[in-house]
């Protein structure tokens, strides 16, 4: 089932196992008559007394077979390698494509560590059973098989020793398989817990030294890192003892077809030509098998990691990234609608959002406003298709939003969100991830749109300046600047904005507003915000509590009526400074 799921998107793949497999057979074929050849010219040369010239045809085609089964093994070899590289390049892009359409709100629940762990060493670790264990599985199955048959025809015997000796490999490898998949499990489990656990300690690093307690997180690392030691070593233990069981049973089942031939041959029951074809043919028999033990171990970390893989790639996105739809898609968007919304996370406990229900009109500005955990961000995440809601319907010009190809729903919204994140990279390549082909001129207009040129070009090497992970080395104001830049410039026809002000001083938000005011000329700018000069100026304000919408309407018109507007008005002036 496995491998279904990661080859069922490689055509190319899946061609090169088939030829993988087929070298492989072939290699099978060629060691039979590699025997053949061999057994004659000894009988030929020690039996016969036949001079070396008399069987210099023989050698001449003896070595060619060597040398074609060498080719052989060789060729099989390169082919995994090729079907294993295609594969991992091709799982880790789908890994990343599917993590991009699942969305933020898909990672902030998982660990970072773990997501990256999987992402690099996880479909690393997938090497080792695409090309090694799985062409073995084949090759297991159909050599032994080509082997037992010409094993009948020269010695029935000795062919039903074979056939009877050699179910017990994987009858014990069966046996051991089952400890070794729980000790692979714990120690892929213990690996992703050290990875997630050390990333968040060097993103939480700053913190940590605040507090004083960054080295108590030594001693964490150190119990984790010992137990991940632990889980290797039980690994390694079981598959030292999975080498030995297996060596031990060909060892015994190639000595027993040898007694058997030994005996026979002294009876005179079996000629010298076949019982040394037969005794050159049985480890050729067995070493399949063998081989699939020791890579079943070798593979088992890609086995456990190909299941992470999987139930990211089986995580169903929030929206359809490929459902076609009737949707006329306009150069202008029309209405944006929610029709009784409601929103639960994980689909259990309280609601986040309830009942909520309004309008966006084109061209106009919607301003969010309401305490923390009033549900605002939620209500972003739904209009960007990040979650669905579990009851009601968002429509874009009355069609419904799931219905909508979520790859072109989102490149009509440019979003700014309240924590945004720069790469590290220079502040060109930062802007430059909004619209990677744009000018250098629009660029730069985007920057002054949102205040930000003037102190890029402070910096020695302007727009080229490196940044830090997460924007190290700029201020919180300075990085909220460029991000909302990078918004500017995608130039969409809905501008998305979360606190775009929140850390600017009274200047810089002059200028934003002044961008914003000659955005909604022609575009739907949505702001979730807490300055009074960006609410007052908008078209229509909804006011959240509690998850809904409890007013709506226009700055003038909800300042004249009592109410949960006129407490966050005086509660922002009064804790800004600011005149209501």
């Known amino acids: 089932m496995m491998d279904r799921k990661l080859f069922i998107h490689v055509k190319s793949a899946r061609t090169l196992l088939i030829f993988t497999v087929s070298i492989g057979l072939a290699g099978g074929f060629l060691a039979v008559v590699q025997a053949r050849y061999l057994a004659e010219i000894v009988t030929q040369v020690f039996l016969r007394h036949v001079p070396l010239s008399g069987v210099s045809t023989a ?276 209405r944006m609608a929610f029709d009784r919304v409601g929103y639960t996370y994980a689909g259990i406990g309280p609601a986040t959002l309830h009942d909520v229900t309004f309008v966006a009109e084109p061209r106009q500005m919607l301003a969010i406003v309401g305490a923390s955990g009033a549900g605002k961000t939620t209500l972003a995440d739904l209009l960007l298709g990040f979650i669905q809601p579990t009851e009601g319907r968002i429509l874009i010009d009355g069609t419904h939003l799931q219905d909508v190809p979520l790859g072109w729903w989102r490149e009509q919204i440019a979003w700014m969100p309240q924590r945004p994140h720069l790469f590290f990279g220079t502040i060109a390549d930062n802007l430059k991830l909004a619209k990677p082909h744009c000018s250098d001129g629009e660029m730069i207009a985007a920057a002054r749109k949102a205040g930000a040129d003037e102190f890029i070009r402070s910096f020695s090497e302007g727009y080229q300046t490196f940044v830090g992970e997460n924007g190290g080395r700029l201020s919180g104001g300075q990085l909220q600047r460029i991000a909302l830049a990078r918004a500017f410039l995608k130039d969409s026809e809905i501008l998305l904005l979360d606190e775009p002000t929140s850390q600017l001083d009274a200047e810089t938000e002059w200028i934003v507003q002044g961008a914003l005011r000659q955005f909604r000329q022609n575009r739907t700018v949505i702001v979730i915000a807490h300055r009074i000069h960006t609410i007052e100026r908008a078209d229509q304000i909804l006011v959240m509590q509690e998850g809904t919408v409890t007013q709506m309407g226009k700055h003038r018109d909800l300042m004249r009526e009592p109410g949960r507007y006129r407490e966050l008005v005086l509660a922002y002036s009064k804790s800004s400074g600011e005149g209501a």
Do not use: C
């Open 59 to 334: 050698l001449g085609l003896l070595l060619l077979v060597v040398v074609l089964r060498a080719i052989a093994a060789f060729g099989s070899e390169a082919a995994a390698g090729q079907v294993a590289a295609k594969v991992k390049s091709d799982v880790r892009e789908r890994v990343l494509q599917h993590l991009a359409i699942l969305g933020p709100t898909y990672i902030k629940r998982e660990k970072g560590g773990e997501i990256a762990l999987t992402i690099v060493d996880g479909v690393e670790a997938l090497e080792p059973y695409l090309a090694r264990y799985l062409p073995q599985v084949a090759l297991s199955a159909f050599v032994p098989l080509t082997i037992l048959a010409f094993v009948f025809w020269n010695d029935p015997l000795s062919g039903v020793i074979l056939a009877v000796t050699a179910p017990l490999i994987p009858f014990f490898m069966i046996l051991i398989g089952k400890g070794a998949q729980a000790v692979s499990d714990r120690q892929w489990k213990t690996l992703s817990l050290l990875s997630a656990h050390f990333v968040d300690v060097l993103q939480g690093l700053k913190t940590l030294k605040i507090f004083g307690r960054s080295r108590d997180q030594i001693e964490v690392i150190a119990r984790i890192s010992n137990d991940y030691r632990v889980a290797t070593m039980s690994s390694l233990r079981i598959a030292f003892l999975s080498a030995l069981v297996l060596e031990l049973l060909t060892t015994l089942s190639t000595a027993i077809v040898a007694v058997t031939i030994g005996l026979r041959l002294i009876a005179g029951d079996l000629s010298f030509s076949h019982a040394f074809f037969v005794l050159i043919l049985a480890p050729e028999f067995y070493l399949p098998i063998r081989l699939l033990g020791t890579q079943y171990h070798v593979g088992r970390d890609g086995v456990t990691a190909a299941k992470r893989i999987i139930e990211i790639l089986e995580m169903a996105p929030p929206l359809s990234e490929h459902k076609q739809t009737t949707l006329r898609k306009p150069n202008v968007l029309g």
